[in-house]
């Protein structure tokens, strides 16, 4: 899953209760998100839904004579269980290098993910805030990283990017317990971006460039040539995405399609983008949704056009509010293809197949998992500019859950905070936090909290914390997750333990 990574606010709240899952909130209206603030902090702990292998312990070799010896462990006996210590670390060296074998100084290098030796092949983001440094004058920084991924799987790797003006972007992984992990840098070649409008001879030569979501450079890394051209040398070699943007002093907000294009390892590419004048999108929310629509939200996810898994992300977030008449306007639009998602009191957008005449076809094209099911149920999706006017966003209505929460000995809790995150799940893009509210609730006399206006979604995150309590071991490793169906309530139990347990 990509995960943008978009909504710093809610990380929070999600890196509260997920000490390592891998990569990826609403109240009742009558809940103020503020009020909860603090609880949405605390640990929680509920029934988890997955489980990873245990590690077990290895007994070492007896040293008695055979005579002295004990019986052997029998086969169907299971060794005691490890449990990591998720507050130990170990030290890293790291080493950056040029194509010369030149130490590379001033290199800024992020430890962002893990694996784990019991899961080598599954990614989770890096318990906390990532860690990293930028390299001394011998190219090497020195870094003490989680010794353990999660209670059951020690580190094995960890998945960093190194940064540097004058290279390209280097993301890849290094063994841990190696002495000194060495990452050679590469200058790439020069890609050199001009736009054009009307006619080709109509250069336009300082634009705003966006690379797709996984190299994005930002501004700083293009420089202007001699003749004002926009140029680069920190683009990897492969297949990329790019979309130039210009405000004209007449016509106002312009924008390119998003251009794919693709890298070779030598030598200049030149791209010469065609600029359109940006669009504003209309729409309307379906007339089943009763009027006046309350806290009326919407988000359009521009994103690339072609379906093709193996191709890196480029997209954008384009929200804006919904009219008490259900009405709504989102402006300065480039050209191309976006999935909605929309939400107000009761009710939220729903979701269908995948219009794949919507997508440009890319050779050798592979469709993302999720698009290959007919039987998934997918964002609803819209070219711009508009084809209908105004676009009719077809809603459904919203879920509630119901979480019984006890303690320790199994008596009803009172005053524990349940919270919930609905992820957006776009399809060939990734999963983005909602960025609109949180949903929480608190338990009453009887243990019992509800929380409303969830969308519908077969895996709903969730979890329960409560002062001096929390949820076990292996259900804070593992997030309990619940389906919700559109007009239902799901219900759930949960018993907590002791903190110290």
């Not at 007919?374 to 966003?393: E, F, K």
Request: aromatic share 6%.
């Amino acid at each position: 899953m990509r995960i943008p990574l978009a909504v710093l606010g809610l990380s929070i709240i999600v890196g509260a209760f997920l000490l390592c899952t891998p990569f990826i909130n609403h109240t009742d209206p009558s809940i103020a998100p503020d009020n909860n603030s603090e609880a949405l902090k605390k640990e929680a702990d509920v029934e988890f839904t997955s489980q990873r292998a245990p590690r077990v312990a290895i007994a070492p070799k007896s040293k008695e004579s055979p005579s002295d010896a004990k019986e052997p462990v029998r086969v169907n006996e299971i060794p005691p269980q490890i449990i990591g210590d998720l507050n130990s670390k170990v030290p890293i060296t790291i080493r950056v290098l040029d194509e010369t074998n030149t130490p590379v100084a001033m290199a800024t290098v992020r430890v962002y993910a893990m694996l784990s030796d019991d899961n080598p092949n599954e990614h989770f983001q890096y318990r906390g805030v990532p860690v990293g440094g930028t390299t001394d004058h011998d190219g090497r920084l020195k870094l003490d990283i989680w010794e353990w991924v999660n209670i059951d799987g020690r580190a094995r790797e960890v998945t960093l990017q190194v940064t540097h003006e004058a290279f390209v972007i280097f993301t890849g992984n290094i063994l841990i317990g190696s002495t000194e992990s060495v990452i050679y840098l590469e200058r790439g070649p020069t890609v050199v971006v001009t736009g054009w409008y009307g006619a080709h001879s109509k250069i336009i030569r300082n634009l705003e460039l966006h690379i797709d979501d996984e190299t994005d450079l930002g501004l700083n890394a293009w420089s202007p040539l001699l003749d004002g051209r926009l140029a680069t040398n920190r683009i990897p070699k492969g297949v990329h995405w790019i979309v130039a943007s210009y405000t004209h002093p007449k016509l106002g907000r312009m924008s390119s399609l998003a251009e794919r294009f693709e890298v070779q390892e030598f030598g200049w590419e030149t791209l010469h983008l065609e600029l359109h004048p940006t669009t504003t999108f209309i729409g309307q929310l379906d007339a089943s949704v009763p009027r006046p629509i309350i806290n009326g939200k919407i988000m359009l996810i521009m994103h690339s056009e072609s379906l093709d898994a193996s191709d890196p992300v480029i997209s954008k977030g384009f929200p804006s509010d919904i009219a008490p008449d259900g009405s709504f306007t989102i402006p300065n639009l480039r050209p191309g293809v976006g999935q909605f998602f929309a939400l107000c009191q009761g009710w939220s957008s729903s979701k269908g197949a995948l219009d794949t005449t919507l997508h440009r076809t890319v050779q050798g094209e592979s469709l993302p998992s999720e698009a290959g099911n007919s039987q998934t149920h997918l964002l609803q999706h819209t070219r711009v500019p508009q084809i209908d006017n105004p676009y009719i966003v077809l809603m459904e209505r919203t879920g509630s859950l119901k979480v019984t929460v006890s303690g320790s000995i199994g008596d009803p809790l009172e005053s524990a905070t349940v919270y919930a995150m609905p992820n957006i799940n776009v399809t060939g893009v990734g999963s983005w936090a909602h960025p609109w509210r949180h949903w929480v609730a608190t338990t009453d006399a009887t243990g019992i909290a509800r929380i409303h206006n969830v969308p519908p979604t077969p895996s709903l995150r969730f979890g329960v914390s409560a002062k001096g309590l929390q949820m076990n071991a292996r259900a804070r490793e593992n997030t309990p997750v619940v389906a919700i169906q559109s007009g239902k309530e799901a219900s759930t139990a949960i018993r907590l333990v002791n903190k110290d347990v």
